[in-house]
Nanobody, 124 residues
């Protein structure tokens, strides 16, 4: 089993920045890729960005150049640096972990464990 706990969400003005963290515990040696998804009001959950164990990442077009994912394997933590935020980024952000060895997964079904989510609200 793997447990994921997100932190760092909050309220920020448009153009501002936030840094989310996701700490993993449990059978962390089984984790391959880790990803971030988000679900905005009235929207379906969507892929944001993911990172492999070796540090290679893949991002959704909507966040390229603004969001950066990083990973500290020693701390079993993944980070999401979000810059140039706009109201469309308002959502609950979820951290996810893949233990099946999939290469940079972008679909929800490819992830085995999920955090509880953290709210990010961007005001205009």
């Amino acid at each position: 089993q793997v447990q994921l706990v997100e932190s760092g969400g909050g309220l920020v003005q448009a153009g501002g920045s936030l840094r989310l963290s996701c700490a993993a515990s449990g059978r962390t040696l089984n984790i391959y890729s880790m990803g971030w998804f988000r679900q905005g009001p009235g929207k379906e959950r969507e892929f944001v960005v993911c990172i492999s164990r070796s540090g290679i990442s893949r991002s959704a077009d909507s966040v390229k150049g603004r969001f950066t994912i990083s990973r500290d394997n020693a701390k079993n933590t993944v980070y999401l640096q979000m810059n140039s935020l706009n109201p469309d980024d308002t959502a609950v952000y979820y951290c996810a972990a893949d233990t099946g060895g999939r290469w940079l997964p972008t679909r929800q079904v490819e992830y085995d464990y999920w955090g509880q989510g953290t709210q990010v609200t961007v005001s205009s």
